[in-house]
Nanobody, 120 residues
């Protein structure tokens, strides 16, 4: 059974940094590219960063250069290092399998997410 547990969110001032973690159980991690998604109030959940099993990464343009995704396959954990945070980064962040053009389905299992709020 898949389980995804996200952590590390919080309230941070503009320009600040946060590091998110997601631990996955089940077979999803060992066979999948993994991604970080975010959902702002009133908006759809979107993929913002993804990493393959071998470490290739990709990002949406608005976070490129500010966010870094990484994974520790031995720990079944994927990370998102976020720097130079902006108010528009405020959202609930989720991890799940996926790559750009092949995102996780909305009706698949999702964890509880972790809230990131960027505000002064």
């Amino acid at each position: 059974q898949v389980q995804l547990v996200e952590s590390g969110g919080g309230l941070v001032q503009p320009g600040g940094s946060l590091r998110l973690s997601c631990t996955a159980s089940g077979s999803i991690f060992s066979i999948s590219a993994m991604g970080w998604y975010r959902q702002a109030p009133g908006k759809e959940r979107d993929l913002v960063a993804a990493i393959t099993i071998t470490g290739r990464t990709n990002y949406i343009s608005s976070v490129k250069g500010r966010f870094t995704i990484s994974r520790d396959n031995a720990k079944n954990t994927v990370y998102l290092e976020m720097t130079s945070l902006k108010p528009e980064d405020t959202a609930v962040y989720y991890c799940n399998r996926g790559w750009f053009g092949a995102v996780a389905e909305e009706d698949s299992y999702w964890g509880q997410g972790t809230q990131v709020t960027v505000s002064s």
